[in-house]
């Protein structure tokens, strides 16, 4: 049995783990920016449905005070 590796193994090995740590760098940026994205994209639609969600609070306050002028208007 062989007690050495070649050469060109040993080299290819390298090769591949250096550029497997040579782009961890990026992907976790790029995933880091994706996260963020995502979370701001939520953020945003849920200022949406809050923003909606007040809109029918002023809606139907709004009612109710008509209501109130027109009851003491009519007496």
Do not use: R, W
């Not at 497997?20 to 995933?31: D, L, S």
């Amino acid at each position: 049995m062989a007690d050495q590796v070649n050469g060109q193994i040993t080299d290819a090995v390298t090769q591949a783990n250096v550029k497997v740590i040579g782009e961890a760098p990026a992907e976790a940026v790029g995933m880091s920016f994706q996260a963020f994205s995502h979370a701001t994209g939520l953020a945003m639609e849920n200022a949406t449905s809050t923003q909606g969600g007040m809109q029918q609070v002023a809606n139907a306050a709004t009612s109710s005070i008509c209501a109130l002028i027109v009851e003491l208007a009519s007496q």
